[in-house]
């Protein structure tokens, strides 16, 4: 199992949470909705209504430095929006 690689804690995601029950999570690329819907629901104990699913690919970044230009590319991943049932909430910080 293990879909979910990490919750994703950002300024955006944060206030999407508090104005619309959504939550946001990177996970695996080869996880599908109904994969993700499963181990959200077993991981944190709540229900899922609608899950929407997004890949971004790796992008193309360089920098110019003493030794000279270096390039390199940064990693593909795929994020999931979880909306939750109304009422129902997921506290990342219970465990800090």
């Known amino acids: 199992m293990a879909y979910i690689v990490k919750p994703l804690v950002t300024e955006k995601m944060t206030g999407i949470t508090e104005s619309e ?4 999570f ?7 909705k109904l ?3 499963a181990e959200i629901e077993a991981t944190y104990g709540v229900t ?3 899950i929407s699913t997004m890949n971004y690919a790796g992008k193309n970044k ?4 003493k ?3 270096l390039r ?3 990693n593909a991943f795929k994020k999931a929006i979880v909306t939750l049932k109304e009422g129902e ?3 990342f910080y219970s465990n800090i």
Do not use: C, H, M, W
């Open 48 to 50: 899922v209504v609608g």
């Open 72 to 74: 390199g590319k940064t």
């Open 21 to 24: 029950n959504k939550f946001g």
């Open 67 to 69: 030794a000279g230009l």
């Open 62 to 65: 360089s920098r110019y430095t």
């Open 35 to 37: 994969q993700i819907k």
């Open 89 to 91: 909430t997921i506290d």
């Open 26 to 32: 990177v996970v695996r690329p080869e996880a599908n």
